[in-house]
């Protein structure tokens, strides 16, 4: 089983920063670098939205257009760490920040995202 817990939400003003991070650990039938790792987030009332996600192989990323130029995503491979940078943060980023294992490298359909987080929750407001 891998175990993803994420860290760094927060209360931030508009225009502020934060940066997440996802620890993975534990095992699995798949090595972690032949996975993609997500970050999605769900906001009060929204469905949940895939946001970030890069291949821990080869470090490919992709971004929901909504964040493109705002957020960074990131992975430490030694610390089986992925990272969110997110700058320029708007009140309509609020929500809560999930990442997610998958086998599959190319989709942001979360029913082929098979180990999740808790969440942390970002707030962005004045």
């Known amino acids: 089983q891998l175990k993803l817990v994420e860290s760094g939400g927060g209360l931030v003003q508009p225009g502020g920063s934060l940066r997440l991070s996802c620890a993975v650990s534990g095992t699995s039938g798949l090595a972690l670098n032949r996975r993609a790792i997500a970050w999605f987030r769900q906001a009060p009332g929204k469905e949940r939205e895939g946001v970030s996600r890069i291949s821990m192989s080869e470090g490919s990323t992709n971004y929901v257009d909504s964040v493109k130029g705002r957020f960074i995503i990131s992975r430490d491979s030694a610390k089986n760490t992925v990272y969110l940078q997110m700058n320029g943060l708007k009140p309509e980023d609020t929500a809560i920040y999930y990442c997610?294992?998958?086998?599959?490298?190319?989709?942001?359909?979360?029913?082929?995202?098979?180990?999740w987080g808790q969440g942390t929750q970002v707030t962005v407001s004045s």
């Open positions: 997610a294992a998958s086998a599959y490298r190319s989709t942001f359909d979360s029913r082929l995202y098979d180990y």
